[in-house]
């Protein structure tokens, strides 16, 4: 008999008592009421915890924050699919283009070729206030998964009508099959002493840009 | 529906590999408790994570409806498993991966290494995993001469101090800081000689070692969190960034995975990441979650391998009062709240599962009678803390008693077995003599007539110290007081006597009438 028929033969004889299928309780918190400026606040106050960076700002004023976070910086990746006119600004302070490199499907960034960038700019999917969590699922605004994680520094950019308060309501929102990387806050390990300390393999600052809607 | 078993029940085939205890748990203990650093070191470890548990725990106002949404989740995974093992490979091929089963630890290498060969590499860069822990996969790949790089921080410092993991999640809790960096400056190639011990400062060398081996790897070996029968994703939680790295770079992306990972559906995922990070690492959210579904065009591993494994799981599921230890995710809370575990460590249970948890799965996946692992359902002293802490509410001290039971029927058995005249053994004889006198009042009183030879036996130091026969178990670690001069019933007696005895004799109480307690004990 072959390992599979095998292993579901053995399964099976194991459950030869059939036990039960029991209901699932679902009475744990499954929607909330919180407005968007309480979600904006309890999100920041999760990401700050973790260490990371919070910009609130208007839709207006974000082309501006994003010529400040990337002023000193050097080259940046952007996804193709991310609005291009949010680098107006730092465009004018450079001028021209020539620090923003973008990946989409014409032009491929190689693993070494972002390890030479120092920074990525991407939007994100949904957010998560109570655990202070962003979810990125590789939508043509967020890009392939490795262009957020070769380069050192992540800048993302979170619409206030993406985030949610609570996990059960991010994950109605969200496709189970599309690759995703859910980030609460830079790199970060308690392997020593089991205290946390932020900066490990991943990016070691996490830049978060909110937008009010 | 698959789920109903026609054919003959087959006995259960145990599993094999690193799930051993080499010596009984008594004595591993006993030398692990010698060693005052190791104590101090999981003392501070386990108070830190203890308090940072509870904190982010009491929270949440649904925690309790969480852990109960998570057992019958759990619960219903074990019943329907052969259906949703199939369900789960139907989509997981059909998004491009392949799937691969394995009866055991050396089925399991076996494929693995395959896989790896066939790619031409003779490297691999690993992400946490206590499934190939549990299989010694980096032992047999060195021996098929394939190098695996572990990339967790903490299975980076065991693997370079040659030593063993002593905890499932934080695997070098046992090290404090200087030593970590004693063994980065002893071990790890071109370190800056000034490094100091400052946790920041020894996390960035480890990210200066591993850089290269990221961007250059060709293979990845995963385990994972989470299998979706619904979708085949698989899901891995972890903190630093190397999940991510291996997920995501390689061509090549090979997963081994025990077949009770399975969850049915994409519903229940937001049970259990609302559990599993606060119950491990003590935080609202573990920094990195990766979730994949086979293969994505141009985005990720176009090679995408899976392995499932049985080793001994079928026959944990086979233990009808043992099996929801299979609903275990990993978090180790059981063990930092264990008041065993924090002052012996994991070594001492010999098994990759240490701990609460590993008292039973280990015994529970290898059968109890193999090697010592009939010691570690003593492991414990039933207080019950590992289970108000398990996210899924596996009752861990009931089934600490249930696998006492089988240890006792167990020898019982093998006597039987060889086949000459059954003798009685102590315990039975034991049991017996005390289901005699338990069985009334009036047995019992005349046990009790035997208090003054245990007075003798304590001797001068009113100490017993050491019982004959099995019951030496028992004084191995703990001095018995010396009895009482006389018994409950004894002193009833005396107390109540009619008064017969002349007027006046109730008021003044004649010598050695007072309750017993020690200080009229002469």
């Known amino acids: 008999m072959n390992a599979r028929a095998d292993i579901l033969d053995r399964i099976r004889s194991a459950l030869r008592d059939a036990p039960a299928v029991p209901e699932v309780p679902r009475d744990y918190r499954r929607a909330s009421e919180l407005g968007e400026e309480e979600l904006i606040e309890l999100l920041t106050d999760r990401l700050l915890d973790y260490k990371a960076n919070v910009f609130v700002e208007e839709a207006a004023a974000v082309p501006q924050r994003l010529a400040v976070l990337l002023e000193g910086t050097g080259r940046y990746a952007v996804p193709h699919g991310l609005d291009q006119a949010l680098f107006a600004e730092a465009d004018a302070h450079d001028a021209g283009s020539g620090r923003r490199v973008t990946d989409g499907p014409g032009h491929r960034l190689s693993v070494d070729e972002l390890d030479g960038i120092d920074a990525v700019v991407t939007g994100s999917a949904v957010a998560v206030a109570e655990t202070g969590t962003i979810i990125l699922d590789a939508g043509p605004d967020q890009g392939r998964r490795v262009i957020s994680l070769v380069p050192d520094r992540h800048i993302c950019i979170v619409s206030a009508g993406d985030i949610t308060a609570i996990l059960p309501e991010a994950l109605r929102r969200l496709d189970g099959t599309r690759p995703q990387t859910w980030i609460s806050g830079p790199s970060a390990t308690s392997d020593i002493e089991l205290e946390r300390v932020e900066g490990v393999h991943g990016p070691r600052t996490l830049d978060v840009v909110i937008v009010r809607g | ?522």
């Open chain 2, 1 to 522: 529906m698959s789920g109903t078993f026609l054919g003959m029940p087959s006995l259960p085939v145990f599993g094999i590999g690193n799930l051993h205890e080499h010596e009984p748990f008594p004595k591993a203990a006993r030398r692990e408790l010698g060693n005052p650093q190791l104590r101090a070191n999981l003392g501070h470890a386990t108070r830190t994570i203890r308090d940072k548990r509870l904190a982010v725990v009491s929270e949440l106002p649904d925690w309790e409806e969480l852990r109960e949404a998570g057992r019958a989740i759990k619960e219903s995974v074990m019943a329907r498993l052969p259906e949703l093992l199939e369900e789960f490979e139907a989509n997981f091929t059909a998004r491009g991966g392949t799937i691969h089963w394995a009866r055991d630890a050396g089925e399991a290498n076996r494929i693995v290494a395959a896989l790896i060969r066939d790619q031409g590499a003779t490297e691999v860069v690993k992400v946490k995993s206590m499934a190939t822990q549990e299989i010694g996969l980096n032992e047999y790949l060195e021996e098929q001469g394939i190098a695996a790089f572990e990339t967790d921080l903490a299975e980076l410092i065991v693997q370079l101090d040659h030593d063993k993991p002593s905890h499932i999640l934080v695997p070098a809790i046992h090290k404090n800081r200087s030593q970590v960096r004693d063994i980065f400056l002893r071990e790890m190639e071109g370190v800056d000689p000034e490094l100091t011990n400052e946790p920041a400062r020894l996390a960035a060398a480890a990210r200066a070692h591993l850089r290269r081996k990221f961007l250059s790897a060709k293979v990845a070996v995963s385990g994972a969190n989470f299998a979706l029968a619904d979708s085949g994703t698989l899901a891995v939680v972890e903190s630093e960034g190397n999940g991510r790295m291996c997920l995501t770079l390689p061509e090549t992306l090979i997963t081994v995975m025990g077949v009770e990972k399975l969850l049915p559906g994409w519903e229940d995922l937001e049970v259990f990441m609302q559990l599993l990070p606060r119950s491990s690492t003590g935080e609202r959210m573990n920094p990195y979650t990766s979730l994949w579904t086979g293969v994505t065009a141009d985005d990720g591993p176009q090679n995408v391998h899976l392995v499932l494994l049985d080793n001994g799981r079928s026959a944990a599921l086979a233990d009808e009062m043992g099996r929801s230890a299979l609903h275990c995710i990993r978090c180790s809370a059981c063990m930092n709240v264990c008041p065993v575990y924090e002052r012996t460590g994991g070594h001492a249970y010999g098994s990759t599962y240490p701990g609460p948890i590993g008292a039973i799965l280990s015994p529970l996946l290898t059968g109890i009678t193999a090697e010592e692992n009939n010691s570690l359902p003593y492991a414990s002293s039933l207080c019950g803390a590992c289970y108000d802490a398990c996210p899924v509410k596996i009752n861990i001290p009931d089934i600490l008693v249930h696998l006492r039971g089988e240890d006792v029927d167990s020898k019982r058995d093998k006597r039987g077995k060889r086949g000459r005249e059954r003798l009685p053994s102590q315990m039975d004889l034991g049991m017996k003599a005390a289901s005699w006198a338990l069985s009334s009042g009036k047995n019992l009183g005349l046990v009790e007539k035997a208090l003054p030879l245990g007075r003798l036996a304590a001797g001068p130091d009113r100490k017993i110290t050491k019982l004959p026969g099995i019951a030496a178990g028992w004084t191995q670690s703990r001095d018995i007081p010396a009895p009482p001069g006389q018994t409950f019933r004894q002193w009833w007696d005396k107390e109540h006597q009619a008064p017969a005895a002349g007027p006046g004799a109730g008021a003044a109480p004649a010598a050695g009438t007072e309750a017993p307690g020690p200080k009229e004990n002469p």
